[in-house]
Nanobody, 121 residues
């Protein structure tokens, strides 16, 4: 059974930083891209960032470029999202996702339950 478990969400003031982590277990292969998405109240879920299986390629939404950094852990089954210079518009539930695909996946196969990030002004 595949599980993706996010951690690290919370409340932070604008301009602050947070680090999200996602631990994956039960993935059937080693070649998978992992990504972060977010969904704010009343809005559709949107892509935030992704990293390929080797950690050598990263992808970002324009809205977070230069502020967020995605990386994989040493064991390759973890992924981190370092968020800096946070803005109130970054407030959302952040979801970890995994796709059995090396690159930018057309869709994701597995999803976590989400972790709340709230940025106060």
């Amino acid at each position: 059974q595949v599980q993706l478990v996010e951690s690290g969400g919370g409340l932070v003031q604008a301009g602050g930083s947070l680090r999200l982590s996602c631990a994956a277990s039960g993935l059937p292969s080693r070649s998978y891209t992992m990504g972060w998405f977010r969904q704010a109240p009343g809005k559709e879920r949107e892509f935030v960032a992704a990293v390929n299986w080797s950690g050598t390629m990263t992808y970002y939404a324009d809205s977070v470029k230069g502020r967020f950094t995605i990386s994989r852990g040493g064991a390759r089954n973890t992924v981190h999202l370092q968020m800096t210079s946070l803005k109130p518009e970054d407030t959302a539930v952040y979801y970890c996702a995994a796709a059995e695909y090396d690159g930018v996946p057309p869709s994701y196969d597995y999803w976590g339950q989400g972790t709340q990030v709230t940025v106060s002004s």
